[in-house]
């Protein structure tokens, strides 16, 4: 496994790629609402990554037929959006998106509330979130990959969360994904060392129940398999001689 070392060039490029993202996040956050569908979403956000000249990293990706994932309640990830799907108050929707910014790909993911929703689901998300900024204490030069792994499990398994194991962070760069792969649970071994200039995308995939999930016939919604929710965060970082950069981070 080769992990790419970015040059000095390419990460400017790699932060202006995630700072677009993250404003297209602020403009699909701001305008989630009860009423609208998650091909709304998609819409909205395609169009906003093409307005700043850029290009839906995940579009095609793999047959993926959207530029958006949109994933509520009990689905993971890789939602698929559609006109008949209403989002409504109360649900949980997880978006996650990505975009290639003169060739370096950014990718980001947040769960939002719809309006009012349960306490419980209020816990999931913020402990979704706090479980990234726990993993990223690890991420420095002279620690380990699966570092990072472990401090996001040893964080969640307090609570009784399930962490989604078929799904894993990976590096990011001129491809959407690069090695290394990021698992969310704790690891056996210790895993790559972490060198400056890495650009990794980590993103812990958290269920209120169960850590099993279940691979939808449409060939991409991931849902959980007990029906509980999901919440899913996700960052484009950078590893430096000292505290990580993230570098898609928005107003959320
Ligand atoms: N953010 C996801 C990932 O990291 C989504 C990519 S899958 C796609 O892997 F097909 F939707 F693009
Ligand atoms: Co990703």
Request: proline share 4%; charged share 25%; with cysteine.
């Amino acid at each position: 496994m080769a992990v790419n070392i970015k040059s000095p060039r390419e990460i400017e490029l790699m932060r202006e790629s995630c700072r677009i993202l993250s404003g297209v996040f602020d403009e699909m956050a701001q305008a989630l609402k009860p009423g609208m569908t998650t091909k709304d979403v998609d819409i909205l956000g395609e169009s906003l990554i093409r307005k700043a000249g850029c290009i839906p990293n995940f579009k095609n990706y793999n047959g993926y037929p959207a530029s958006i994932c949109v994933s509520v309640n009990d689905e993971v990830v890789h939602g698929i959006p559609n006109k008949k799907h209403v989002i409504k108050e109360g649900d949980i929707v997880s978006l996650d998106a990505g975009l290639i910014y003169k060739g370096y790909h950014s990718d980001m993911a947040r769960t939002f509330g719809v309006g009012n929703i349960s306490k419980e689901a209020q816990l999931l998300i913020e402990r979704t979130k706090q479980s990234f900024f726990e993993g990223i204490k690890m991420a420095k030069a002279g620690n380990h990959l699966f570092d990072i792994s472990n401090a996001i499990d040893d964080y969640i398994s307090q609570f009784g969360y399930g962490i989604v194991k078929d799904l894993v962070g990976h590096g990011i760069g001129t491809k959407l994904h690069e090695d290394p792969q990021i698992p969310n649970f704790r690891q056996k071994r210790r895993g790559v060392l972490l060198q400056p200039g890495m650009t990794l995308a980590i993103e812990p995939m958290i269920n209120e129940g169960g850590w099993q999930v279940v691979f939808l016939d449409d060939d991409w919604t991931v849902v959980t398999e007990d029906g509980s929710l999901s919440a899913h965060y996700e960052n484009t970082i950078l590893i430096t001689d000292g505290e990580p950069e993230i570098m898609t981070l928005g107003k959320y």
